[in-house]
């Protein structure tokens, strides 16, 4: 397969080369466009109104001055020429579980590329520090024999958490739906003056509800989570209640009589 590496770490992350190193010694052509630096929670970010530079630093592999996106992108409509068969977005360092994939440059890049037509998974793994790629690496190579590409559809992800425990100890692999997640101590003020601060987003470890049947329950039980993301915004539950107030209201066919 030819397959293109992306993530939010940055290009010299521990994560991204694992899969590199993994996935040439399968066979498969990888070519590699990651962020120049980490990227983490850009989210579905581009770069607006500002260059974007990018480096090839070795034979198939590229440094971008941009976002996780901005890669996706670069690399579908310049870089690479032939045809791709598949995109990978990490494996982070951290978990990317409940309402993470919000906030996720790993999630974004696997989901800009699958809105441009590709299939595409996200990897994620639960520990922000001492992490074990190896695990994770071996039982991705696992699902990858295994055919789980073979599942990828158009515009939709596979969102895949690594539980932070050798190979041999992971029970399995789930499928789930995402979780819940809270942090406390989100904002640390740095310094601050009467009418000034300066401040960092971060806070402590997250909080997580381990509802049954979440990405984070899953993991937490030393299962590996596969979590399907799609990209239907609408609600439809919520059309009743909206749809009873419009005609309560007389609202269906309403015009303003006044210009404003």
């Not at 793994?125 to 990858?144: D, K």
């Not at 895949?160 to 041999?168: D, H, K, S, Y």
């Not at 009873?244 to 066919?253: D, P, T």
Request: charged share 20%; with cysteine; hydrophobic share 45%.
């Amino acid at each position: 397969m030819r397959i293109l590496l992306v993530n939010d770490d940055g290009i010299a992350a521990a994560g991204i080369r694992a899969l590199q190193k993994a996935l040439k010694e399968a066979g498969h052509q990888v070519i590699m466009v990651a962020p120049d630096r980490e990227r983490s929670a850009a989210s579905h970010s581009i770069t607006l109104r500002q260059d974007i530079h990018a480096t090839r630093i070795a034979e198939d592999e590229w440094a971008v001055s941009g976002t996780p996106v901005d890669c996706v992108v670069i690399a579908l409509q310049k870089i690479i020429k032939e045809k791709i068969d598949l995109v990978v977005s990490g494996i982070n360092a951290g978990q990317n579980m409940g309402e993470d994939v919000l906030y996720s440059g790993t999630v974004a890049g696997a989901v800009e590329a699958a809105m441009l037509g590709h299939k595409a998974l996200a990897l994620s793994i639960n520990a922000y520090e001492n992490q074990n790629f190896a695990s994770a690496t071996e039982w991705f190579m696992r699902l990858m024999e295994e055919g789980i590409t073979d599942l990828l559809k158009t515009n939709e992800v596979l969102n895949i958490n690594f539980p932070n425990i050798p190979a041999p100890e992971v029970k399995g692999v789930r499928l789930t739906q995402t979780g819940h997640r809270r942090y406390y101590n989100f904002v640390t003020i740095i310094e601050e003056t009467e009418d000034a601060f300066s401040y960092r987003v971060g806070g402590n470890k997250p909080e997580w509800d381990f509802e049954s049947g979440t990405d984070s329950e899953a993991v937490s039980q030393g299962y590996i989570s596969i979590t399907p993301l799609g990209f239907e915004l609408t609600k439809p539950s919520a059309f009743p209640a909206i749809l009873s107030w419009l005609e309560q209201q007389n609202l269906m066919e309403f015009r303003l009589t006044h210009a404003l």
